[in-house]
């Protein structure tokens, strides 16, 4: 299972490709409401997620994903579970994945030292941010934009079910050059 953290404020494009695209995989998804069970996007899209803050478990967690936009960015790193989340996921070797200025949040915990990442110009944290669209290092997964939502989708499917199944994913949905 994957949590995608939902916060108001995030952008919509970021969230709402990945999760077409881990289910089109056969990953179970599961959106989380930070701080409210219907978080409102950047612009305006509402999303009833699956679950709230209260209802998080461990139990089965493959990886946990952020999406960028702001104020969600900002909104997911305030939020404790979020960062007891992230704490967890690290610990643990799951994958963890964050697009846009959400990579700010991982670098601000460390996360991102030593390791080649990408996000959204002006939101580098640690030394080794690259401007490409996706990046997969080890188990942190990270995008630059909502442009690159896709090429973050396929590369999180990488972390999590192997370069097969998001080159079958891509071609399904007639989208190879990206990745």
């Known amino acids: 299972?994957?949590?995608?953290?939902?916060?108001?404020?995030?952008?919509?494009?970021?969230?709402?490709?990945?999760?077409?695209?881990?289910?089109?995989?056969?990953?179970?998804?599961?959106?989380?409401?930070?701080?409210?069970?219907?978080?409102?996007?950047?612009?305006?899209?509402?999303?009833?997620?699956?679950?709230?803050?209260?209802?998080?478990?461990?139990?089965?967690?493959?990886?946990?994903?952020?999406?960028?936009?702001?104020?969600?960015?900002?909104?997911?790193?305030?939020?404790?579970?979020?960062?007891?989340?992230?704490?967890?996921?690290?610990?643990?070797?799951?994958?963890?994945?964050?697009?846009?200025?959400?990579?700010s949040v991982l670098g601000h915990k460390g996360l991102l030292d030593g390791r080649r990442y990408t996000c959204y110009p002006g939101f580098e944290t640690a030394a080794g941010a690259c401007g490409e669209p996706a990046v997969r290092d080890g188990h942190i997964v990270t995008g630059k934009g909502a442009g690159t939502a896709l090429a973050f989708g396929a590369k999180l499917i990488e972390a999590l079910c192997g370069s097969e199944k998001a080159a079958a994913v891509q071609s399904a949905m007639q989208c190879t050059e990206i990745v």
């Open 1 to 103: 299972m994957v949590y995608v953290l939902l916060a108001n404020g995030f952008e919509e494009t970021e969230a709402i490709a990945p999760i077409d695209m881990l289910l089109r995989a056969g990953v179970e998804v599961v959106t989380v409401g930070i701080g409210t069970p219907m978080p409102c996007g950047a612009h305006g899209i509402a999303v009833q997620a699956d679950i709230t803050e209260d209802a998080v478990t461990t139990d089965g967690l493959q990886g946990v994903v952020l999406p960028g936009g702001m104020p969600g960015t900002t909104n997911l790193e305030a939020s404790e579970t979020v960062q007891k989340l992230l704490d967890y996921a690290a610990e643990n070797g799951l994958v963890i994945g964050a697009i846009c200025a959400a990579p």
